[in-house]
């Protein structure tokens, strides 16, 4: 019998796709512990990173200061009001800020993110987006790149996505196709999992 969680042919997003998820204007920016957070990611100076649905760039502003003078920092972002504020702010710095979906090809450089981070954004993601963003990270992230993905945990919590929005670590695991490293509990209301590129794409 089919697992209607098996996303190989995507039955969990298929099942409960319906209605759009509107994330216009959303940040975790007040859940989230930060430190923990960059911790896991364990981003080093010079790295370039991807902050894919960056919002109003919290989270590309901590990369920033990480990676210093000789890296770069991607804020990307379909919300274009969203992205043209963080443009006018982060001028003359190491973050480009640039209005794009990353479920599509985004025209940034093949392998060259060591780091792509989506905080909050798959859950929003409908099926037909789930082979483009997989194509697209795979094509993006460096030899020895890793993804990171920070969802809210699939359980009940005072605010956040549905019930029926929300993934676990295995969901994003059965449906991305990339080698799972690590995962990191964020305690009562959010986790951040962490990806490689299959062995044969290394590099
Ligand atoms: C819930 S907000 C999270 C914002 C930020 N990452 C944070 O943690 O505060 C989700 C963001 O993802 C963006 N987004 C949704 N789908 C996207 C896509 N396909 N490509 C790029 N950005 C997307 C939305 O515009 C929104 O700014």
Redesign the pocket.
């Known amino acids: 019998m089919k697992d209607d969680r098996d996303c190989s042919g995507m039955g969990h997003y298929e099942k409960h796709a319906a209605p759009e998820h509107s994330?216009?204007?959303?940040?975790?920016?007040s859940f989230?512990d930060k430190k923990a957070v960059l911790a896991v990611l364990g981003i080093q100076p010079g790295q370039t990173v991807l902050?894919?649905?960056?919002?109003?760039g919290?989270?590309s502003k901590e990369f920033s200061r990480l990676v210093g003078s000789g890296g770069r920092v991607y804020a990307?972002?379909?919300?274009d009001a969203?992205i043209a504020a963080l443009k006018a702010e982060s001028a003359g710095t190491n973050i480009t800020a640039l209005v794009?979906?990353?479920?599509v090809n985004t025209g940034l450089p093949s392998s060259t993110f060591d780091l792509i981070y989506?905080?909050?954004?798959v859950h929003?993601?409908n099926p037909g987006?789930i082979p483009g963003?997989r194509e697209e990270v795979r094509r993006l992230l460096a030899p020895g790149g890793k993804l990171a993905v920070?969802e809210m945990v699939k359980r009940a919590t005072p605010f956040g996505p549905p019930m029926e929005r929300r993934l676990s670590p295995e969901d994003l695991q059965k449906f991305l196709g990339l080698v799972p490293l690590s995962t990191l509990d964020g305690g009562e209301y959010f986790y951040v999992q962490l990806f490689g590129k299959p062995d044969g794409e290394r590099g």
């Open positions: 994330h216009r204007g959303k940040t975790t920016e989230l902050d894919a649905g960056c919002g109003g919290y989270m990307l972002d379909s919300d969203g794009g979906d990353i479920t989506l905080s909050n954004v929003g993601f987006q963003f920070l």
